[in-house]
């Protein structure tokens, strides 16, 4: 069965600076997709970035962007300029791109910032 | 703006009574999802549905069910509730399986007493 491990239970990092967050999962696919959402405490997950296990370039949304290492099995969320408003709960996902798929998630990483 | 509206933002239910989680989605998508959240357990997903009539276990079914009459509606039903399902339920839905982004609703924290 494929596992999602975040083994950050939680972070923190000054407003405006950089943090990145850890995330590194199990499997013996080769297509798959990788995710990160969002948790605000609204409570309504949102979805940040996603990654194509079978596409090199790492993926880029702003100030968030992924560093992919299909090979160590790792996919990390680094958050540039960071700001009050990324304050949430992050989950990285993993779904298999074959049969019948099931998002997994990690169980999370608590992000706080610092004014 | 796209929805995934649940009906209740807090329940508090008591042991043995039948409980309905409802969620609707107005984007006509095809699936949609119920997870449980729990502390340091991420999400996990209980049932899951690709089509109207259509519904598939996931990962924690036991002591759940779920309906699925119209594509836009997706209910959990505990049969009879007890305190360990005491958690956060969040809805999903996606146009074309979970490999696409899925919208989730702003979930239902459950208390059974």
């Known amino acids: 069965a494929q596992t999602v491990t975040q083994s950050q239970p939680e972070m923190s990092v000054q407003e405006a600076e950089t943090v990145t967050l850890s995330c590194t999962y199990d499997t013996s696919e080769s297509d798959y997709y990788l995710f990160w959402y969002k948790q605000p405490p609204s409570r309504q997950m949102i979805l940040v970035i996603r990654q194509e296990a079978y596409k090199q370039q790492n993926a880029t949304e702003n100030r968030f962007s992924v560093n992919f290492q299909k090979a160590a099995k790792s996919f990390s969320l680094k958050i540039s300029d960071s700001q009050l408003g990324d304050a949430a709960m992050y989950f990285c996902?993993?779904?298999?791109?074959?049969?019948?798929?099931?998002?997994?998630f990690g169980t999370g990483t608590r992000l706080t910032i610092i004014p | 703006d796209v929805k995934v509206t649940q009906s209740s933002r807090y329940l508090v239910k008591r042991t043995g009574e039948k409980v309905f989680l409802e969620c609707v989605q107005d984007?006509?998508?095809?699936?949609m999802f119920w997870y449980r959240q729990d502390p340091g357990l991420g999400l996990r997903l209980i049932y899951f549905?690709?089509?109207?009539?259509?519904?598939e276990k996931g990962d924690i079914p036991e002591g759940y069910s779920v309906s699925r009459e119209k594509k836009e509606r997706f209910s959990l039903i505990l049969e009879s509730a007890s305190t360990n399902q005491t958690s956060m339920y969040l809805c999903?839905?996606?146009?074309?399986?979970?490999?696409?982004?899925?919208?989730f609703g702003s979930g239902t924290q459950l208390s059974v007493l």
């Open positions: 984007m006509d998508h095809e699936n």
């Open positions: 999903a839905s996606s146009s074309d399986g979970p490999h696409e982004k899925l919208f």
């Open positions: 996902a993993y779904v298999t791109n074959f049969g019948n798929e099931k998002l997994t």
């Open positions: 549905s690709y089509d109207v009539k259509m519904k």
